[in-house]
Each structure stands twice: as C-alpha cells, then as structure tokens.
C-alpha cells in the first residue's frame, strides 16, 4: 500500500470514483442477470459490465499508473479495444443459439403434434 | 506499393499495437513494429476473401464511433435504471425488423459490433431473402425511432465510409 500512499490528491479523487462508479456498474449488470424474467433480457445484463463498468476501471487503472510512475501508461487502451472487439461477437453468438434452440424447440413440438394427429387419423 | 502495403491503416495499427504493448518508442521497437506491420498484413491477405476494407472518410468514421461512445454511455444509464427500478413484467422486450441498405461486409461487421456495444440492443441475424436486419431490444417504445435512428444516424455514415469508393469503382468500369 505504499505507492498508494503516494498518490497525490488530484489523481486520487477520479480514481476512487471511477473504480465506485464501474464497480456499481458491473453490479447492477450482475443484478441484471439476476432480476429480469427471461433469456433474451437477461443478455442485455452483461453488456452494461462490458462497455462502460470496464470503461471506468480502465480509466482508473491509466490515471493510477500514470501517477505513481510519473510516465504516460496508456496500454489499457489496448484491453478496452480488444474488449470493445469480441465481446459484441459473443452476445451475437449467443443470441443466435438461443434463438435456434428456441426454433427448434418449437419445430420438435410441431412435429409431434404433425405425428399424433397423423396416428389420429390413421386410427 | 500496393502489392507489399495492402492496407496502410492496419499497418499502422498494428505498429501502434506493438509500441503500446511495449510502453516505449525506442527506434529498435520501432524498427520490430514497422516489420509487424508490414509482414502480417501481407502473409494474412489470402485469409481475406474480400479484400482489406478501404476506409473513404476518416472524419466520418471518428465522428460516427464518437456519437456511439456517447450513445453508449447514454443507455448504460437508461438499462440500469430498468434493471433497478422497473419491475421486470413491465420490460417490453421485443424482437424487430430493420430493412438495410448496407451490403458491404465490413459495413455490417462495424454496424453489428456498434449495436451490440451498446446495451439495449443485440444484433440476432440477417433475414437473407429481405436484408432485414433482426434486432432484440430491451426496452421498445416505438418501433419506428429504432427504425430511424439505426438508418440515420448509424447506417447512413457506414455506408458513406465503406461503400463510396465502391460506388465511383463501379461508375469507372460502367
């Protein structure tokens, strides 16, 4: 806790906030998955972490290491890219496997009921 | 020219890529970037089909990716007072349709990766017969401001950034 103890005020204020402010994010997308009713809210949850409760921390982590190391550290900005890259793929991904399981779920029972009605009539 | 630096811009990223991975700017880094960013491209050119995109208007694109950032944080806001405050019965979500005018596959890859950043809305599919374009939002009021808002203010600056020079490509072999 050393070097924490060496930061100046001026870069301690916006690091604490930031680091409340996207840990009360990504709680909230946490309550998110908890709360809302069905799968296809729940996957709106998770994105409010990725982008802006993510966002903070980084921004957090670049004003911190900037202060203490008294160099310009900015390779964060890397992780947010990389973030901001892949994770609207996997909800995409994601979405869509719901969706098909769902299509699926709905041909399968439509099948059956196809087949009993073709036993009725068969009878 | 062409033939050894097919897309400047990605040699650049990934020169830029290098350097912030390394924290320095030292001429050797430097130099190692500058081979990064010269040899990937150029041994991954035939896993692109299509050809590196070509980004016509640079200003458009930064302003487009500003007003998403802004849009983004805007209903970070709004889905998190839903989750908090709203009971979950009253949430309309709701699957709708969006025709498109966008072909290009970059276009749409940069529509889908910007819709699905912003919370509220995820990209399902693309119906293929129609190009429709089908989108689960959280919370629907009016099917219609989605409609306009995606056209306007997220399709019509793609296409102005990835399909223009197509356009003028083709006018020149017509």
Known sequence: ?123 | MKRWLPSPLLSLCLLLMWLLLNQTIEPAHLLLGAVLGIVAPVLARPLQPQGYPRISRPFVLFRLLWLSLIEIVRSCFNVSRIILFRRTEGVNSQFIHIPLDLRDPYGLALLSCLINSTPGTVWVEIVPDTHELLLHVFDLHDEQWWIDTIKSHYEQPIIEVFEQPRHSEREKTT
């Not at chain 1, 809302?36 to 996957?43: E, H, K, P, V």
């Not at chain 1, 890397?78 to 869509?96: C, D, W």
């Open chain 1, 1 to 123: 806790m050393n070097i924490a103890e060496t930061l100046p005020t001026w870069a301690a204020l916006p690091v604490a906030f930031l680091l409340v402010l996207g840990g009360l994010i990504s709680l909230v997308g946490a309550l998110g998955l908890l709360r809302l009713a069905n799968f296809y809210q729940r996957i709106h949850g998770p994105a409010i972490t990725v982008t802006l409760g993510a966002g903070c921390i980084l921004i957090a982590s670049m004003i911190y290491f900037t202060a203490t190391q008294s160099r310009l550290v900015i390779h964060e900005l890397l992780i947010s890219v990389f973030v901001l890259m892949t994770a609207p793929v996997v909800a995409m991904m994601i979405m869509r496997a719901a969706v098909y399981r769902d299509l699926r779920k709905e041909h399968v029972a439509d099948k059956e009921k196809t087949g009993t009605d073709r036993t009725a009539t068969g009878a």
